[in-house]
């Protein structure tokens, strides 16, 4: 196939600011020349490209809307197509980047010590350090308020039991951001570093979706952390929840870039495959395919960069996040399973990158909450009638 050709039905091009062009065309770049070429291998493997950490640090992609510390201060529309651009490459690739961005830096920058930002933020926006944040557990996955985590106060700090599971970049990570419930019942976050006597990491094998990045099991046995590794600044649900508005709304974006790249390829395909004497892309029934697809990223890219605009002004709400992400994962799984169609019996094979999309966007539709949660995350807004209470 030829390079990749753009996707703008609607010349949303002319709606961003020459600023975030330029920051997207650089992410652009680089996910062309230095991780495209390296992705079937990790892929094939179950690996992810963990050296390119600090690649993505030079390029103030880690924290890019945080204001200091080292991070780039980006606007919302700008970090959004950043993470269009790293999973064009691969959904793996803007988990590494959503993770450390939206659920590590962004709680210690929100709800941290000051001791705790100089610490963490600067070498994780380099990509020096790696972080995760550890909310799901074995029995607990869309209800994270029940989780059975436990922290509980000594004289000088903190003992951990629990276990978190199906955690991105657990077994890498130099510091975890763990959510844990005290004898209050209410949930607290704790900075928990690798090579904590009694915190110990298994990784998950045998995945057939995200199998270029990391997931594990975080184990806690009467782990031992010190009272100023509690983050101070937050108390409840709320805290981990709002960490999520953020990955959430990365995701949104990000799926637009799986879109565009299996939406590009199939119809570089469909016009250069010839059946029955004919490029197959002049069938009717394949053309209704090619047309649903880019009318349905184009309603997903304006309604990502109204959210940004939004977001932008402070006025983006956590359900409007939900319906971004619910509504765009959906049409990136959609559009790669009409792209897989297209290509027939090679879309099956990681020659092509669409079967890799696929399978991503399958863990992409369920982590961050899953679609049918985020249908009734919507549902209570609308109706003010709960579907999750007793
Ligand atoms: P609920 O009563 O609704 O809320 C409890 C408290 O939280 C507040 N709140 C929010 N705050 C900020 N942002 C949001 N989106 C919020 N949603 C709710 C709410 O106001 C309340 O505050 P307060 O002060 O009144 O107590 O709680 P609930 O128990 O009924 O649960 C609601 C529900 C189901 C929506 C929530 O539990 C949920 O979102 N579940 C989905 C879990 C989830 O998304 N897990 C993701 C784990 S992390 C992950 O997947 C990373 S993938 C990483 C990668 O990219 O690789
Ligand atoms: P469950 O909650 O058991 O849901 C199973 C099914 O039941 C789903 O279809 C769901 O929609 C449905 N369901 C549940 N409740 C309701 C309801 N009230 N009404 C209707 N339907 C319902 N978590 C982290 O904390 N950190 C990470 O870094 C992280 N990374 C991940 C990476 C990967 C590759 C994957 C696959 C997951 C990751 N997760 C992470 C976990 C992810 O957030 C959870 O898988 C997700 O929240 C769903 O939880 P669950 O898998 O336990 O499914």
């Given at each position: 196939m030829e390079k990749f050709r753009g996707v703008d039905y609607y010349e949303i091009e002319g709606l961003l600011s020459e600023d975030e062009r330029m920051v997207r065309d650089a992410v652009r770049?680089?996910?062309?020349a230095e991780f495209l070429p390296v992705v079937i291998?990790?892929?094939?493997?179950?690996?992810?490209?963990?050296?390119?950490?600090?690649?993505?640090?030079?390029?103030?992609i880690f924290g890019a809307t945080l204001q200091g510390y080292g991070c780039a201060g980006l606007n919302n529309v700008a970090y959004g197509l950043i993470m269009q651009e790293l999973e064009r490459g691969d959904s793996g690739l803007r988990s590494a980047a959503s993770v450390q961005s939206g659920l590590v830096m962004y709680p210690i920058h929100a709800y941290g010590s000051e001791a705790?930002?100089?610490q963490w933020l600067p070498a994780m926006a380099r990509g020096e350090k790696i972080g995760c944040f550890g909310l799901t557990e074995p029995d607990h996955g869309s209800d994270p308020g029940g989780m059975k985590t436990r922290a509980v106060r000594t004289t000088d700090g903190y003992v951990l039991n629990g276990t978190k599971l199906w955690i991105t970049n657990g077994s890498v990570a130099d510091v975890a951001v763990v959510w844990a419930k005290e004898a209050d019942g209410e949930i607290y976050?704790?900075?928990v570093e690798r090579g904590t006597p009694g915190f110990s990491t298994l990784d998950i094998h045998g995945k057939f979706s995200m199998r270029?990045?990391?997931?594990?099991?975080?184990?806690?046995?009467?782990?031992?952390?010190?009272?100023e590794n509690k983050l101070p600044h937050t108390k409840g649900l709320r805290g981990p929840l709002g960490c999520l508005d953020q990955a959430r709304y990365g995701i949104a974006w990000g799926a637009i870039g799986?879109?565009?790249?299996?939406?590009?390829?199939?119809?570089?395909?469909?016009q250069q495959r010839v059946q029955f004497g004919k490029p197959i892309g002049s069938f009717q029934l394949v053309q209704q395919k090619l047309v649903g697809m880019i009318t349905e990223i184009?309603?997903?890219q304006l309604l990502c960069l109204q959210l940004g605009r939004l977001k932008d002004e402070g006025k983006a709400r956590p359900q409007q996040v939900s319906m971004a992400k619910m509504n765009?994962?959906?049409?990136?799984?959609?559009a790669a399973r009409l792209a897989r169609d297209i290509l027939g019996a090679a879309g099956i094979v990681d020659e092509h990158p669409i079967i890799r999309h696929l399978m991503n966007l399958e863990t992409v539709n369920t982590y961050e909450g899953t679609h049918d949660i985020h249908t009734l995350i919507i549902g209570r807004d609308i109706t003010g009638l709960d579907a999750f209470g007793m």
């Open positions: 770049d680089w996910v062309e291998e990790h892929h094939r493997a179950g690996t992810f490209p963990l050296d390119l950490m600090p690649k993505l640090g030079e390029m103030g705790q930002k100089e976050g704790y900075l270029a990045s990391i997931t594990s099991e975080l184990a806690f046995q009467d782990c031992q952390i010190p009272l799986a879109a565009m790249t299996v939406y590009d390829w199939a119809l570089q395909y469909a184009t309603k997903a765009n994962v959906q049409m990136a799984l959609d």
